[in-house]
């Protein structure tokens, strides 16, 4: 009766519906392996578990994902239906296997080494589906043997999983070492950097008291593992050295398992936030051509052509002086923010380029200040007189101190934008010391300066701007209107950071309703078109609006430790530091990231998308900002499983073929 019963056992936790068999290659025995006995698809599914069991004979050995100074991880190549996509192999930590000179890391034992297969948009939802896995591994003793198995496994489609069969997962997930725990309760970690190695420094909690401890790096290539000394705890923390491969190239962070007496955790460490064997001269020049590209930037251009048009009624001598003024005023204004900005970092706080934006007093003064411009455009008062109590006497004296004022009001309608070669510079900047980081904010003032100063010094492109006319009051009073946009912006913006819901389709259509009477008042038939297209525009954009409020990205919250967990994983991961006042981050999101096909391959391919807001002073946002080497938004990674934990940078301005341009890449 007992073996009756034990037979019935094995029948019950057997699924009969799985057709999978173990494959014995190269003294060792593979298995494809299913936690259910179906699969999940349909809405709100989540990933189905598979398990390659892998057991190598007595006094064989094989290898984990780093396998040390010789020898090499299995390889798993999928074929897998329509819809599903298979994420990276989650290891069990792994054992020290020491043959000198060489130190390798692998498994003497059985292992399960799980896989999540992820359902995506076209996933079947009913039927029976066939898992396929080629895989590939080495197995080793004296000698070491290649070894190759076609493994399979047939599952029927189930809307929901019930009862999980446990072919040992539970086991193998207590073996898969845990995602480290930042904060007041979790670990702490620092390094450094020197010419031979990388020193971590690793904080447990305060309720973590461990025996011993060893670091298991998930990076293969990088470092000399036979030398590398045992983990040491000293004044409450343990210490690793890590000595460098010669002319290994370190990665921003070094990933890695320790592995301690009462558990594991799996750890990334920043090491490298200033990118590598780029010099001074190199930030400096990367500086100043994305000061010269910010002056296409929206915040920027109503401020170049302005400028530019002054020029173009001015006596070259004027302009001249001019141009220096303007430049003054640009530079001594940015000196003034740079000063104040490595100040307010040098005493503790975490804070970037844009700072002043996350204030919502500040974006208050600015929305102000534009209304004035725009005003001023239009005729309705003139900057200069005593009208302005604020520099007025000065305005009066001449236009050279209104240039130098103007200057400074440039520098003020760059900090929402960010071109091109700016944020890697940036980033550098103010991760220097205090000359770089004034050096290189000069380049890039000297970049938005660098068309002002070009036309003002050679007579002959002066004399190619457009001459005086009446035409120039009309384009005056037109450029009103960009700034006008610019306040409802930043109203809203502020309604952002206070907490404040304003209603900014309301303000849109009074601005637009504005616009028509205005081209009405110039030109009667030229303004009843206008008014015709303006029509057709608003409901073109309210009909897109409504059609992608269901097409769009899911986004979710951004948190370091569910990002890094997720890359762990092997899943693909997108990260949008971005911010409300800053405008090319805005026209991206429009543009770029709520492109139909964009959001279609993001579902198809199931990224985990991640929003990193920085509207508000956020230390978090900042240290991962400064963790990949920069101090600006927008900033764009991308994580895909073909290139592990390196992150890909999207550029700063983005298009639908960029960003499908980059996901395509294997």
């Not at 409450?236 to 290994?248: E, K, M, N, Q, T």
């Not at 020049?285 to 590209?293: M, Q, R």
Request: charged share 15%; proline share 7%; with cysteine.
């Amino acid at each position: 009766m007992r073996c009756i019963g034990l037979i019935i056992a094995l029948a019950v936790a057997w699924p009969m519906d799985t057709h999978a068999r173990s494959v014995r290659a190269a003294h060792s025995e593979i298995e494809l392996l299913s936690e259910h006995p179906w699969v999940e698809s349909g809405p709100g599914a989540g990933p189905s578990i598979f398990a390659i069991r892998l057991k190598p004979e007595p006094g064989w050995h094989t290898y984990w994902k780093n396998p040390g100074d010789s020898g090499l991880p299995l390889k798993l190549d999928w074929s897998l239906p329509p819809g599903f996509n298979a994420a990276a192999i989650q290891w069990p930590v792994p054992e020290i296997l020491a043959t000198p000179p060489l130190r390798n890391f692998g498994y003497e034992k059985e292992i399960f080494l799980l896989v999540e297969v992820w359902p995506t948009v076209g996933a079947a939802t009913q039927g029976e589906l066939k898992f396929s896995a080629v895989a590939r591994w080495l197995v080793c003793k004296d000698v070491c043997l290649p070894a190759k198995a076609d493994l399979s496994i047939t599952l029927p489609v189930r809307a929901k999983t019930e009862a999980k069969r446990d072919f040992g997962f539970q086991h193998a997930r207590a073996r898969i070492p845990n995602r480290a725990a930042t904060g007041e309760q979790g670990w702490r970690w620092d390094s450094e950097v020197s010419e031979t190695g990388v020193r971590l420094f690793l904080t447990p909690p305060p309720k973590f008291v461990a025996n011993r401890a060893t670091f298991f790096p998930t990076q293969s290539g990088l470092f000399e593992h036979a030398s590398m000394p045992p983990g040491r705890f000293e004044a409450g923390r343990w210490i690793f050295d890590l000595p460098r491969v010669s002319g290994a190239k370190l990665p921003m962070t070094v990933g890695g398992v320790v592995a301690t007496d009462i558990g594991a955790f799996e750890i990334a460490v920043a090491v490298n936030a200033k990118p590598e064997k780029l010099s001074l001269l190199q930030m400096l020049w990367f500086a100043f051509i994305g000061g010269l590209l910010l002056n296409l930037m929206p915040c920027v251009f109503p401020i170049l052509s302005l400028k530019l048009l002054a020029f173009g009624r001015e006596t070259h001598r004027e302009a001249v002086r001019d141009a220096a003024f303007f430049g003054l005023g640009t530079l001594v204004f940015l000196w003034a923010l740079v000063a104040i900005l490595v100040g307010l970092r040098a005493s503790g706080q975490a804070l970037g380029w844009g700072f002043q934006l996350q204030s919502p007093g500040f974006v208050g003064f600015l929305a102000f200040l534009f209304t004035a411009l725009a005003l001023n455009l239009l005729g309705v008062f003139e900057i200069g007189g005593r009208w302005m109590g604020w520099g007025g006497k000065a305005a009066a004296q001449g236009g050279a101190w209104g240039s130098f004022f103007t200057g400074a009001l440039n520098v003020l309608v760059a900090t929402p934008c960010t071109a091109p070669f700016m944020g890697i510079a940036l980033g550098f900047a103010l991760s220097g010391g205090a000359v770089a980081t004034f050096a290189i904010f000069t380049a890039l003032g000297l970049g938005m300066l660098a068309p002002y100063f070009a036309v003002a010094s050679m007579p002959r492109l002066q004399k190619k701007l457009p001459r005086p006319g009446a035409w120039m009051e009309t384009f005056r009073q037109l450029l009103a209107f960009p700034l006008f946009a610019t306040v409802i912006w930043l109203v809203w913006t502020w309604g952002r950071i206070t907490g404040h819901a304003i209603p900014v389709r309301a303000l849109g259509a009074l601005l637009a309703g504005g616009f028509i009477v205005w081209l009405v008042r110039k030109r009667r038939a030229f303004g009843i078109a206008a008014t015709v297209i303006g029509l057709i525009i608003v409901a073109g954009s309210w009909w897109s609006g409504t059609r992608q409020a269901v097409e769009v990205i899911s986004w979710q919250t951004y948190s370091p430790e569910k990002v890094a967990q997720d890359v762990a994983h092997g899943l693909p991961v997108f990260i949008d530091f971005t911010a409300a006042w800053c405008v090319s981050c805005q026209v991206n999101e429009r543009v770029a990231l709520r492109n139909r096909d964009v959001v279609k391959r993001f579902r198809e391919l199931g990224i985990r998308a991640y929003l990193a807001d920085w509207t508000t002073d956020d230390p978090m946002i900042t240290h991962a900002l400064e963790s990949y080497g920069r101090n600006a938004v927008p900033l764009y990674v991308l994580y895909l499983p073909s290139r592990g934990s390196t992150p890909i940078f999207l550029p700063e301005i983005l298009t639908p073929g960029i960003v499908l341009g980059e996901l395509s890449k294997k």
